[in-house]
T-cell receptor, first 115, second 113 residues
Framework: GAVVSQHPSRVICKSGTSVKIECRSL??????MFWYRQFPKQSLMLMAT?????????EQGVEKDKFLINHASLTLSTLTVTSAHPEDSSFYIC???????????FGPGTRLLVL | GENVEQHPSTLSVQEGDSAVIKCTYS??????FPWYKQELGKGPQLIID?????GEKKDQRIAVTLNKTAKHFSLHITETQPEDSAVYFC????????????FGSGTRLLVRP
C-alpha cells in the first residue's frame, strides 16, 4: 500500500513554456502532499506543502507565481512550472501522507530539462 | 528550527560487512525519524522509521537506534549486499511542523562485491 505516482517521469521543454507535473496517491487519500526539488548529488529541498482544497504553503525563497501548485482532490496534486528557464531544470519529487500518521511516501520523481 | 546532520557523506564496505550511518538533530522536540533509500534516478523509499518513545527498531538486516539524550540516531545495515548500494537519507519531523521533513545531507553507500 501507500503508492504514489508521478507523471511524466521525464520531460524536455523549450525555454519560456510551461510544464505540468502530476502527483497521485494510488491507494489512499492524501490529506497533505509535498513538493521537493533535488539537484544532482544533493539532498531534497522542500518547495511547498499542499493541502486539499486550500492554497499551498511555499517555503521561503520559492516563487509561488513560478511554481503553481493545485491540490484539487484527495488523490491529485499538480505542480506547474511556468515560463520555464534552463535553471529550472531539476528532479522534482512529490510525497504524500495518509492522514493516519506522519509517514511520507514519495513518488518516483520527474526529471525536467529546459532547453 | 531543526537541523539534521548526517555522516559520513560516503561509505564503502565489502559485501557481507556492516554499514553504519549516523545523524544528529538539534530540536529536542522532534519525535519522528525516518530513513529513506534513494537509488539513482528514483524517488526516496522509506526503509525504516522510529518514534521518540522507542530506543531501537529492527527489520531483518536493517536496524535504527535512537538516543534522545544525545539527540542522535543511527542506521545499521548488516550483511550488506550489492543491491544495498544507494544514497541513504535520514530525516526528522519536529513537533508542530505540519509534518515537514528535515533531511540530512545524505550518505552514498557503495557495497563492493
Amino acid at each position: 500500500g501507500a503508492v504514489v505516482s508521478q507523471h511524466p517521469s521525464r520531460v524536455i521543454c523549450k525555454s519560456g513554456t510551461s510544464v505540468k507535473i502530476e502527483c497521485r496517491s494510488l491507494d489512499f487519500q492524501a490529506t497533505t502532499m509535498f513538493w521537493y526539488r533535488q539537484f544532482p548529488k544533493q539532498s531534497l529541498m522542500l518547495m511547498a506543502t499542499s493541502n486539499e482544497g486550500s492554497k499551498a504553503t511555499y517555503e521561503q525563497g520559492v516563487e509561488k507565481d513560478k511554481f503553481l501548485i493545485n491540490h484539487a482532490s484527495l488523490t491529485l496534486s499538480t505542480l506547474t512550472v511556468t515560463s520555464a528557464h534552463p535553471e529550472d531544470s531539476s528532479f522534482y519529487i512529490c510525497s504524500a501522507i495518509t492522514g493516519v500518521g506522519e509517514t511520507q511516501y514519495f513518488g518516483p520523481g520527474t526529471r525536467l530539462l529546459v532547453l | 528550527g531543526e537541523n539534521v546532520e548526517q555522516h559520513p557523506s560516503t561509505l564503502s564496505v565489502q559485501e557481507g560487512d556492516s554499514a553504519v550511518i549516523k545523524c544528529t538533530y538539534s530540536d529536542s522536540a522532534s519525535n519522528y525519524f525516518p530513513w529513506y533509500k534513494q537509488e539513482l534516478g528514483k524517488g526516496p523509499q522509506l526503509i525504516i522509521d522510529i518514534r521518540s518513545n522507542v530506543g531501537e527498531k529492527k527489520d531483518q538486516r536493517i536496524a535504527v537506534t535512537l538516543n534522545k539524550t544525545a539527540k542522535h540516531f543511527s542506521l545499521h545495515i548488516t550483511e550488506t549486499q550489492p543491491e544495498d548500494s544507494a544514497v541513504y537519507f535520514c530525516a526528522a519531523i519536529p513537533m508542530d511542523s505540519s509534518y515537514k521533513l528535515i533531511f540530512g545531507s545524505g550518505t552514498r553507500l557503495l557495497v563492493r562485491p
